[in-house]
């Protein structure tokens, strides 16, 4: 029976899309242990998987991934991605040794130890592609941009003389991270980076990268990457929760807009705030689900600190968000079509996507202005975008488990394929 190791940070985002592939593999009779933070062992047990805690690798408490104090992008965001990668890596590289003996290594984005652990002992690895997939390609735009794929033979072209300036730049401009980096590996003991290479070559496995999404929300390549995989949107299993007291008024609402900014950046000022005075006069209900007193609220509102979404997004005609990830491919998963206000990480990549797909409008502002948000609600209420929507769904509903995951898993591993 193989047995699988999955290793991935301390994060809503980060845990969600593994869910489903944990429980496939216990159903296919595999061994399972998921070396993740306290607080989500219940989630992983819930899988049939064994919780395994992290002795030496850092929590995002512990280690939060923020800027160092005093300095400005992008040594800024690359000091921060020395915490989220590099600080981690030993430890990681420990505590999987020690888990040892494993036939594969699952990992999120976020784990170097994948790489090292391979270096070293010749483990199989695969990674999860919990954010749009970011290999580059001259007809994909630059990871970050949030910028539609280039559409004639010029930017196409513009696009791919970029690429080249910015990988002529990297080693400038990465390079406080990469000689953090080289440092740590030199430590473990593994062979000098190849010349040109950065930290970024060893996000993603060689062997395996299952991206959780569809094709239908990821851009169109000419050439695509013999390790790339889609395995559907991987969504959390249902839940429940109590209900708010006015539940009920949801299926009399002429239309219902839910408002979202996820589970990180949840400062209402950011977009709760300005999406409640922009849609203070829509003909329906506003829900927002909130960890914050919004105190007075426009009488269309209703609050609620968490709903969870499959219960909410069935009776919802469509969602003001961050673009989170996974929020947006739950919405889709259900038909809704979004409003975006991204404001950082992968943000941008995700609402440009959804935008180029036609299920979605990116306001391409993080705090954008309260008319703003009124008109883009105006504006994928229309039918077009619901269709989008629909179409997406449908191709969701052909990966509705975690089972293409597992297979692909198998195969990396060598392991008798179920059917």
């Not at 595999?30 to 992983?44: C, D, T």
């Not at 921060?80 to 420990?94: H, I, T, Y």
């Not at 040794?97 to 690895?125: A, K, N």
Request: aromatic share 6%; with cysteine.
């Amino acid at each position: 029976m193989p047995r699988f190791l999955i290793s991935t940070m301390d994060a809503a985002g980060h845990v969600h899309p593994a869910l489903p592939v944990a429980k496939a593999l216990v159903e296919r009779g595999h061994s399972v242990r998921w070396h993740v933070g306290a607080k989500y062992r219940a989630l992983v047990e819930n899988t049939g998987a064994t919780w395994v805690e992290p002795r030496r690798t850092p929590t995002f408490d512990e280690l939060p991934p923020v800027p160092d104090p005093g300095l400005r992008e992008p040594k800024a965001g690359f000091s921060a991605l020395r915490k989220l990668l590099v600080e981690r890596m030993a430890g990681q590289v420990a505590d999987y040794e020690e888990l040892m003996p494993f036939d594969g290594l699952i990992v999120d984005l976020c784990s170097l130890g994948g790489q090292g652990l391979y270096e070293r002992h010749g483990t199989p690895w695969a990674t999860l592609g919990i954010s749009p997939l970011t290999a580059p390609a001259p007809d994909i735009p630059r990871f970050g941009t949030g910028a539609p794929p280039p559409s004639n033979a010029f930017s196409r072209r513009m696009n791919a003389l970029t690429m080249k300036a910015m990988t002529a730049l990297g080693p400038l401009v990465m390079k406080d991270l990469n000689e953090a980096y080289v440092s740590t590996r030199a430590a473990l003991g593994l062979k000098p980076l190849p010349r040109g290479a950065n930290v970024f070559w060893h996000m993603q496995s060689p062997m395996l990268h299952m991206q959780a999404a569809t094709p239908a929300i990821e851009y169109p390549r000419r050439h695509w990457p013999a390790n790339v995989h889609f395995v559907g949107p991987l969504l959390p299993p249902a839940t429940t929760a109590a209900l708010p007291e006015w539940w009920a008024e949801l299926d009399s609402a002429k239309a219902v807009v839910h408002v979202t900014q996820g589970t990180v950046a949840t400062d209402p000022s950011i977009l709760t705030k300005p999406a409640l005075a922009g849609l203070a006069s829509f003909d329906g209900l506003v829900v927002v689900t909130s960890p914050h007193d919004l105190g007075p609220v426009p009488a269309n509102t209703r609050v609620a600190e968490f709903i969870p979404h499959s219960l909410l997004l069935p009776k919802v005609d469509a969602m003001v968000t961050n673009a989170g990830y996974n929020g947006v491919k739950m919405a889709l998963s259900h038909a809704v079509p979004l409003v975006m206000a991204p404001w950082g990480n992968d943000q941008p990549d995700v609402a440009g996507r959804i935008a180029w797909a036609g299920a979605g409008v990116n306001l391409r502002k993080r705090t954008p202005s309260p008319g703003a948000i009124r008109q883009g609600v105006a504006t994928v209420l229309d039918g077009s975008y619901h269709q989008a929507a629909r179409r997406i769904q449908a191709e969701f509903r052909e990966y509705p488990d975690g089972s293409r995951a597992a297979h692909l898993l198998e195969e990396l591993v060598g392991a008798q394929i179920h059917p």
